[in-house]
């Protein structure tokens, strides 16, 4: 019985780690990424536009663990929504001001400073405003998803402007 539950536990352990794009991602292999090896591109199409993400472990889109950051710029919102599975935020840099509910509300919001910590449990509505460029990490569980409390916020559901 303890070896059976020996080898699920370092199963366990190899799943986490093993939806990794590099290899350098992989289980016992040391990675370190310098402020400059970043490499912010758009950010995820089910984000307002005008972020950046920078994916620094694993794969967002996969099952498995993954760490992303995430560049907003001055002025930038992220509506009233919620995730499937539980999402950890740190603050980088800048300032977030995030709330909770289903309606956004910057009277009810915190300012969640640099080295700020939040955890959200999945579910749970909630929204952030950004009135400086803010760097935040996205730590979690893939694949993330965002599902927006009013479907008009999504930018998945806009339409795309005829191309003349």
């Given at each position: 019985m303890r070896r059976a539950l020996a080898i699920i536990a370092a199963a366990t352990v190899a799943a986490l780690f093993s939806a990794s794009p590099t290899a350098a991602d992989q289980v016992g292999t040391h990675k370190v990424l310098m402020p400059d090896d970043l490499r912010f591109t758009a950010a995820p199409a089910s984000l307002p536009a005008g972020a950046e993400a920078a994916v620094l472990f694993g794969d967002p889109t996969k099952e498995g663990l993954f760490v992303m950051r995430l560049?907003?710029?001055?002025?930038?919102?992220?509506?009233?929504?919620?995730?499937?599975?539980?999402?950890?935020?740190?603050?980088?840099?800048?300032?977030?001001?995030?709330?909770?509910?289903?309606?956004?509300?910057?009277?009810?919001?915190?300012?969640?400073?640099?080295?700020?910590?939040?955890?959200?449990?999945?579910?749970?509505?909630?929204?952030?405003?950004?009135?400086?460029?803010?760097v935040i990490q996205i730590d979690g569980m893939g694949p993330w998803a965002i599902d927006y409390v009013n479907p008009k916020d999504d930018p998945r559901n806009q339409i795309a402007p005829v191309q003349r």
């Open positions: 560049k907003a710029p001055q002025g930038y919102r992220i509506p009233p929504h919620m995730h499937p599975k539980a999402e950890v935020v740190s603050v980088v840099s800048g300032r977030m001001r995030l709330g909770l509910g289903a309606a956004a509300d910057r009277a009810s919001v915190e300012e969640l400073p640099p080295g700020a910590f939040s955890i959200m449990p999945p579910g749970v509505a909630h929204y952030a405003f950004f009135d400086q460029e803010t």
